[in-house]
């Protein structure tokens, strides 16, 4: 599965986010949440699964600190749909990523990612001239 997209979201007052219908059938077994870089990432089971075992074969090459894959892994939280199509992220990982109110959940190839709407608007602008470079250049990405 390849998430793309960027969808304007809210959260409501109890932390929860309704997933863009197109993304909720890839979460009905559930999911991961876990800190991103500046945002928080959702996971299917097979992707965290598949992100775990990297980070344990890394751990074995030495090519990754232990510490740091016991952060990820502890920083993460098993999470499910409830029948409106929302998850809940918990308060610590709000706090993390500096989610309230607007969001941007955005499709990031294996994972979704969530933004505060304000940081995601401003990378984007930033990230735009460097996109269309690289589309110039390359005939794609």
């Known amino acids: 599965m390849v998430f793309v997209g960027t969808h304007e979201r809210a959260l409501d007052d109890k932390g929860r986010l309704v997933l863009p219908a197109k993304f909720r059938s890839h979460f009905s077994d559930g999911g991961y949440i876990s800190k991103g870089r500046g945002c928080v990432d959702l996971h299917t089971v ?49 706090e993390f990523a500096s989610l309230e109110g607007e969001v941007a959940v955005c499709g990031f190839n294996d994972r979704i990612s969530i933004w505060n709407a304000d940081e995601w608007a401003s990378m984007e602008d930033d990230l735009d001239p460097s996109v269309v470079e690289a589309l110039w250049h390359g005939g794609g990405i």
């Open 46 to 94: 097979e992707g965290f699964e598949e992100m775990a075992s990297r980070l344990t074969e890394q751990m074995k090459a030495k090519e990754l600190d232990v510490m740091v894959a016991s952060q990820v892994l502890a920083s993460a939280e098993e999470v499910r749909l409830d029948a409106q199509g929302r998850v809940t992220l918990s308060l610590r990982l709000r």
